[in-house]
């Protein structure tokens, strides 16, 4: 039943925008802090920005600091990502994630504790 969908990824050239949605189903988002990450051929998973449960607290990766920016709305059970000022560095196949708890913090935003992923998007910035 739990289930998360990742869409709004495609390709776009250096400095352009896109906007990630997470679209959450089967659980109470009201319990749940949410991530986004992302993953380049040949790297590791790396946290890219988190939100609390009430969106309250963001936190965000210093690589895209001052360029992305996540939200999310409760009642619809989404969370967003919105990518302005790309560079080719970010490409990458973008995933959301669920952890449970109220609260997070940028120490806490890395792939452990948590559980469940979604497919992911793929973004691709070139020229």
């Known amino acids: 039943q739990l289930q998360l969908v990742e869409s709004g990824g495609g390709l776009v050239q250096p400095g352009g925008s896109l906007r990630l949605s997470c679209a959450a189903s089967?659980?109470?988002?009201?319990?749940?802090?949410i991530g986004w990450f992302r993953q380049a051929p040949g790297k590791e998973r790396e946290g890219v920005s988190c939100i609390s449960n009430n969106g309250g607290i963001r936190t965000y990766a210093d690589s895209v600091k001052g360029r992305f920016t996540i939200s999310r709305d409760n009642a619809n059970n989404t969370v967003y990502l919105q990518m302005n000022s790309l560079k080719e560095e970010d490409t990458a196949i973008y995933y959301c994630?669920?952890?449970?708890?109220?609260?997070?913090?940028?120490?806490?935003?890395?792939?452990?504790?948590?559980?469940?992923w979604g497919q992911g998007t793929q973004v691709t910035v070139s020229s």
């Open positions: 089967g659980f109470t988002a009201d319990y749940y802090t």
């Open positions: 994630a669920t952890r449970r708890g109220i609260t997070i913090t940028q120490a806490l935003c890395t792939t452990a504790g948590f559980g469940f």
